[in-house]
């Protein structure tokens, strides 16, 4: 389990990344973190001729909070996040999806927008971006542009990026007053990969019912899934026990998951409406901490 | 087939100048040389050791910089003007650390191979703050694996250090 | 001469019976262990193995040039130029009834299983000798493949070895009483199917293997980080046509966990000496995780299909057993599926009894020993029944258990069976009623039930899960211990066996400093290499503490007395009147008066050239000794689970485990007790996380940790631990192996658990691992593809 052979780039700015990967595409990968690019190299599921080490690019190496939302660079790690009083207090459901990545390890190397750009669709990240409307910021030598979280993942593993394209940074606009967030999963173990997983986030309005909610799960289809028709139930809604079993109902009925090697489709179909559930049951609670 | 070999039939190397366990050196390195082979057999540290190659059993875990990290889904290009430790260095003149006197007392290693990636994990994460409780020991654990012990001697390890109010993690 | 005694009162020795920590630990614990991968060997030059990854194919043509024109390979071997070693590697255990297929080191014409060896690359590193696999081109003729022991057994399957009639590999039958009158006259039968699936030893290191021809010395020295070595050197010696003096094997002093894969013999084993001698250049191959997952043996999957029949106080009249065991590609041995034949009726008195086993052929690779080595599956079998008699009759399992179990005073007991060894299934020794009343004591079960009632109004399911069993450990033939006073008074024991963790270096320092007298600080041992003493067997099957331990007891004895008597004739006394204290022999009365072991040595090993010697005097102080039991030596224990069961996830959380051990006597509680917790977390595993899981065709589906679930601290709890003691009256210490009977219960007390928290569903549990999947299928009763 040893790569490849491959020609090792470590630039220190952006733009030599961005004229590697207009020279070098589909011959070239970006390494970030490495905590999944690397096992497919030492696997040689991936042989790239070039790699190209965005460790040395000093100014991918940070995240801003600002008023209008959090900015994260190419290099910021999980852990650097996770461990942010700020992005705790102004992201809980980004904080509370870090913390159950993988272990420390792992998250001490890997980065919020590498997991991303890896489109793995059983992954925390994909979800909970899709569910903060997440933009992300993608850059090649010659174009800039910004693709919304939910058109960014086209298939397990695939993402909207070319060849020539670095995910420079994402964007989560700020939470809204008295928005709220949870994030809820099976896992076989601490640290797995969703067997199902759900992101949801929802706005308490003044008259005591869930608005704008978002419900977007993880490991049922080959892109984290949006159930917009769950989301038109419950939105509007004091998301009451009766609530609460209608959309878990509603899920069960809808839902065509996918199978694979860690669980089958009718697990999923089973769960993936608990997991929602729950995830709700969570908004309900939060609806008095804030002030509604 | 790897377009690599193709390519470039001599293997890329280049100069990285790396501090390991305190001694500071300059070494070539196959470009493509994970940093745990380049430990192992490039450094003669061979206490780091290769359990999966894949980053998920915890054996080549190391500190680089100030943080725990796989030494197998790094390359030894990467360790470039990094500081490393290592297993190592956890001893001074053969008298055990703490935590390693831990360990011994606690029966926390069988075959000892994960050992060193256990420690590694645990040095790290005892810096950023005691280990209170069995569940913060467990949590401390969980990103490694340990075949023989069934992890009951390495929670038990834990739970015995001092912490700063000078009692027992296990007193609690 | 002194009488060999024995140790029965443990209160009365120095060593033996303390927790003594290990001295292993030092070099462990600083980066200076020696596990093969770590020994430096300078200048080897590194393998690699292309694998089939065709799970049944022909190979009609391989092409290396491409691989051996690359910069940095030094050679290219597949079957044509590997004739003189192209013979059959047999299994450990067989039985005349084997449909007998021929397994090679390499692949000469048919591959049968994802993972088999096709080509070695040897180049100057392991990077470069994977960028040649790549470059070999190997023409495959796919041919049908089967995937599952059910699909090798369906009418018209393909046939996993073209030419053999059947997949059947052996069919064997073994009956006590008369099992089939007994289940047509039984008041009450229960039938049931369940299955155990694949699982893996996953030792942290993986398997290697390094060697080089010794020019000078015309030997051939192999390091083999295997359980076996003597095993190894016999086997190489055999296929090389070489005399065993010509092969020296060498398991390192550390080997990095074992658990059964390293006891078996590998085709990579033969094939890296052999090219390594070929090349006139050592050869080292590590084998990486993806190879291991692929290549190593494991175990584990079987189908028991059986049937017990009882009377209205539930009492056991018969039990019928009728199971199919996958054998994988070829046959390494039949040890696991004939363990498990006479592992069903546990600490039960069985009147009748009818244990039949059905073994086949599948395109996987091989099964073979893996902790537990077919007794979990068939404590699964029994204990899993032994709840549905309870269920049936509204009994508390426990109940059941206590009425059933063979009495302290029923021993030595005969079972009717014959075990794996090949002597009848009698029972040494045991306390079956204390390891349940053990569990008693720790569970108030009148408690327990009202919780469980009270839980679920909450809707909160807890459940109760038991499983006893009985297990053969310390078999033979023999193993063999070598004791001897060197030239500075110190006391060396060299072993056969080779350790993976269990702590040789302390335990059999404790049990030769006992049986001399002397300082422990004396004693050193050493291990593994085939130079240090001429024969012996290995590492496995629970069997070295009443093997090796008795060995080093005898020989250590033996040694005692040569020691005193040789003070005796220096100190012109009677050796009577003569003790062993620290590092001296003295006279009882008179302490001042005494020799130094190493004037001892000086005398009598080194002596005076040529001169003659008193005749009562003793010379060159080393004895070895072979110990050899008449039988396994049978341990026992229980294991009692409670579990909380989440009905909409399936997910269990294991509130407490109690874990019951009668392994005789201990000799070091420290390291028993790491034993027993080091299998609980096994069996932890295969209750619920660990499978490998294979396509229909033989496709192996989880080769990474990512899809093959290890358990991690987060989900082993630390269990509640008692022993019994028992001693074993086989051998003078009254040990018996514990290295598997804290795997061996698990599976069957989680499932038992977990069905009866889902009792209020009447959820039938027939599949283990009890991953989430399977939890919900059974409470929703939806079908699942299994294979």
Redesign the interface.
Known sequence: MKPSRFIYHAPTQIEEVLDLLWEYGDEAKILAGGQSLMPMLNFRLLAPAHLIDINRVKALNQYSLSDSGLTISALARHRDLELSPEVELAYPILHEGLTNIAHVQIRNRGTICGSLAHADSAAELPSIMMALDGQMNVRSKSSRRIVPAGEFFRFHLTSDLDSTELLESVFIPSMKRNSVGAFDEVTRRKGDFALVGAAVVGTWSERGTIEDCRIVCSGVAPTPLRLLEAEELVSGTDLSEEVLVAVQQLVMESLEPTEDVHTSAQYRKKVTGVVVRRGLARLAEQRSVVNV | ?????E??????K?WITVTINGSKGTYLV?????LA?FI?KQVG???????????????C?IIMGD????S????A??A?RESIE???S??ED?V?SPL?EA???N?A????????GF?M?LVA?LREGPIESEAQ???A???????????????AALMSLPTPNGQSGGAQ | MTQLSEVRDLEKTANLGTGMLRREDQRLLTGGGQFLDDLPFGDFYEAAILRSNYAHARILSIDTEAAKSLNGVIAVFTASELGPILKDLPPKVTNPKLNYQVRLPIVKEYARYIGEPVAVVVAENRYIAEDALELIEVEYEPLESVGSTAQALKEGAPPVHIGSETNVAVHLIQQAGDPEAALKSSPHVLRETLHVARGGGHSIEARAVAARFDGPTQQLIVWDNTQAPHYVRQMLATIYGVSEDEIRLIAPADIGGGFGPKAQFYGEEVLIPWIAMELNHPVKWIEDRWENFISATMERTQTHHVEVGFDDDGRLLVLKDVFEHDQGAYCVGLKVPTITMSTLPGPYVIPNIHSELISCYTNIVPTSSLRGAGRPQAVVAMERMMDRIAEHLGLEPAEVRRRNLIQPDQFPYAVGLTFRDGSPLTYDSGNYPALLDGVLERIDLAEFRAEQIEARKSGKFLGLGLAMFVEGTGIGPYEGARVRLTNTGRVMVSLAASPQGQGYETVYAQVAADAIGCDIDLVSVRHGDTSFIPYGQGTFASRITSTAGPAVWQASTQVKVDIIDVAASMLKIDSGELVIRGDRVEVGDDPEKGVSLAEIASIANVGRHGMSVARNQPVAIERTSYFKPSQAAYSSGISAIIVSVDVETGKIEILRSILGHDCGTVLNPLLVEGQVLGGHAHGIGNAIYEEAKYSKDGQPLTVSYLDYALPTAMEVPTPELFHVVSPSPLNPLGVKGSGEGGTVPLPASVANAVEDALRPFGARIREIPLTPDRVLAAIYGFQRDET
């Open positions: 087939m790897s377009e690599a070999v390519l470039d039939p001599a293997e890329a280049m196959d470009q493509r040389l994970t082979d192992r540290l061979p206490g780091t050791h290769l359990g999966c190659e894949h980053g998920s059993c915890g054996a875990t943080k725990a990290v796989r197998c889904l790094l390359l290009a990467q470039d290592t297993v190592e956890l001893a053969g055990l390693q360990f011994h007392a029966h290693l069988q075959c000892g191979y994960c050992t060193s420690l994990s994460r020991a467990r949590e654990l969980s990103g490694n694996i340990c075949r023989c012990t069934g992890y009951t001697g390495m929670v």
